[in-house]
């Protein structure tokens, strides 16, 4: 099953452009004006469940995006009201069962992979949760910067419905930070469905929005974001996963380090001129 690991597709990591990317096994939409990309999951008939080559094409993708200077932020969604619903049970849950303990490993690293890939790209990245969000679409969502959802949201970490463990894809380390170590627990160990107005009041939501409105708030979220200090914004998320590991101290210094390089941004040259001025500053991610 070596085919999935690394797809054949027309897109570099070394390209410094991905608004002209054309994706294979999901939907890329690019909007120059404003720097956004919205990634739709789009198999709607089956809940937009994830394939060997869509998670591999995934990781590709976002490892891209380290070097893209044009997408300045990703709205990720799913097609016909749900946002993703996991592994595919014919194209993946079946054949996972025949096969070898190399070739399992490098299945399951192979999905991890995608969320370091997630966590490890500049860009903010919103997802905009409708309906089913399950299993590793959950994860994505998780590996997501922020959350948006609606009142039909329903994310379910359900590994151990399948007689797996919760630790998968890095969701012992993620889920915890986010939501608290008692509420993980309960949501990894049972597998159950967390409601929309659960996950709001956990922190695992951002906010909820109306159906009909949802898109449209993530697009403004994200169009935001990316009229913002877009170096910046790559140094607070690097810094954000960098200091899980750091005691305060360690911290401190390495927030000390990150703020001054940001200091001798143009960006920041910007607004002090623009403050000057009294109007509001335009930056360009230098």
């Known amino acids: 099953m070596k085919h999935y690991i690394r797809p054949d597709n027309p897109m570099h990591p070394q390209y410094a452009a991905l608004g002209r990317y054309t994706a294979r096994h999901f939907d890329w939409a690019f909007d120059a004006a404003s720097g956004v990309a919205r990634l739709t999951l789009n198999r709607p008939e089956r809940k937009n469940p994830l394939t060997f080559e869509s998670y591999a094409e995934l990781r ?128 990894l160990f049972s597998g159950r469905a967390m409601g929309a107005d659960e996950g709001l009041a956990w922190g695992f939501f951002n906010a909820l929005h109306r159906q009909d409105a949802l898109l449209d708030e993530a697009q403004k979220l994200a169009t935001g974001l990316a009229q913002g200090p877009t170096f910046a914004h790559g140094m607070t998320k690097t810094m954000l996963n960098q200091e899980w590991a750091m005691t305060l101290e360690q911290a401190i210094e390495a927030e000390a380090q990150a703020q001054a390089i940001c200091m001798q941004t143009q960006d920041f040259r910007r607004a002090y001129e623009a403050f000057a001025a009294r109007q509001k500053p335009v930056f360009q991610g230098d």
């Open 60 to 187: 590709d993708l976002f490892h891209a995006l380290r070097l893209a200077k044009d997408v300045k932020a990703v709205v990720i969604a799913g097609a016909g009201g749900n946002f993703c619903s996991g592994g595919d049970v014919h194209d993946i849950i079946g054949p996972l069962t025949r096969m070898s303990m190399p070739e399992l490993l490098e299945f399951t690293r192979m999905t991890g992979d995608l969320v370091k890939s997630m966590r490890l790209c500049p860009q903010p990245l919103i997802a905009a949760i409708d309906g089913i969000c399950a299993g590793a679409g959950a994860m994505m969502a998780l590996a997501c910067d922020l959350r948006l959802g609606s009142p039909a949201a329903k994310t379910a970490f359900l590994f151990t419905r399948v007689g797996l463990a919760g630790a998968d894809m890095g969701a012992c380390s993620l889920l915890p930070r986010l939501i608290g170590q008692g509420r993980a627990s309960e949501l």
